[in-house]
């Protein structure tokens, strides 16, 4: 049976449907040593490559490996991209290796922002995650300058319009500094959007005339960052966390694989 080329590829783990999507576009990704157009369908036999890489796909009827997620902890200055012209370091440098597939980071954060971002090796989950039928909540502390009252608030949650259309928080809500930025006086808030638009958040703030100092991801859908991950580190999603995240874009929960929980480091030098 025939299948579209996205989906094979995000079971095979290399990409996300929309990742393939682009690839395909693109020109990077052939079928039989022909070079794949939109719409292209391949049965289990046909042989597909990625930049002239074969890419392994499960045989048929054959269990497909556990589902994987990691929750890796963004530092400033990191991109969220396999390899870098500029060499600048990435978040992609410190995952563990695995057998088969690659991982897919889930959605992306700009060079300026860190926290919470997911990784998985199931491409079809990573494809609903982010796309936008399951409204998924990210959730930020927000570090603001400006002067912020009550009635600013209620215009971002009310709504403005960008230049790219219409846009508001979900939730919005002073806070205190999250651990380790203390020793300001300028003023934290939460803010829920559900939306993956570049720099939404920020672009929200800076249409009222504030500028965001600091901006850290603290919530994916179900999953919360919370402690103890090391800047630039990762932990494995618990089976509840696994289990929640599946759920939430209407995928049948796994047995998740047997890893520890702890924080981990990729062993060496890259890390300092």
Not at 50 to 60: A, K, L, M, Q
Not at 239 to 265: C, G, I, M, Y
Request: hydrophobic share 35%; proline share 6%; charged share 30%.
């Amino acid at each position: 049976m025939k299948q579209r080329l996205q989906k094979a590829l995000a079971e095979a783990g290399v990409a996300s449907r929309r990742e393939a999507d682009a690839w395909i576009g693109e020109g990077r990704v052939s079928v039989n040593g022909v070079v794949a157009v939109p719409g292209t369908q391949v049965a289990p036999e046909d042989r597909i490559s990625v930049d002239g890489r074969h890419i392994r796909r499960p045989r048929p009827n054959a269990a497909p490996a556990a589902t994987r997620v990691l929750l890796y902890k963004k530092r400033v200055g990191e991109i969220v991209t396999e390899s870098d012209p500029e060499g600048r370091r990435t978040v992609f440098r410190k995952l563990p290796k695995l057998e088969q597939g690659r991982w897919i980071a889930v959605g992306r954060l700009d060079i300026n922002t860190s926290g919470l971002l997911l990784f998985t090796n199931n491409g079809e989950l990573a494809s609903r995650l982010m796309h936008p039928r399951h409204e998924l909540p990210r959730s930020y502390a927000v570090r603001v300058h400006g002067s912020v009252d009550e009635a600013l608030c209620q215009r971002l949650l009310e709504g403005v319009e960008l230049e790219d259309g219409f846009a508001r928080f979900d939730a919005l809500a002073s806070i205190g500094a999250p651990p380790g930025e203390g020793g300001s006086s300028n003023q934290w808030f939460e803010v829920t959007v559900h939306e993956g638009r570049n720099r939404l958040v920020r672009r929200l703030w800076e249409s009222q005339d504030c500028e965001v100092a600091r901006l850290i991801r603290v919530g994916y859908g179900p999953v919360a960052l919370g402690r103890g991950i090391r800047s630039a580190g990762w932990r494995e999603a618990t089976p509840e966390e696994l289990n929640a995240l599946q759920l939430a874009v209407d995928l049948p929960t796994r047995k998740a694989a047997r890893k520890s929980p702890h924080p981990r480091r990729k062993p060496g030098k890259a890390g300092r």
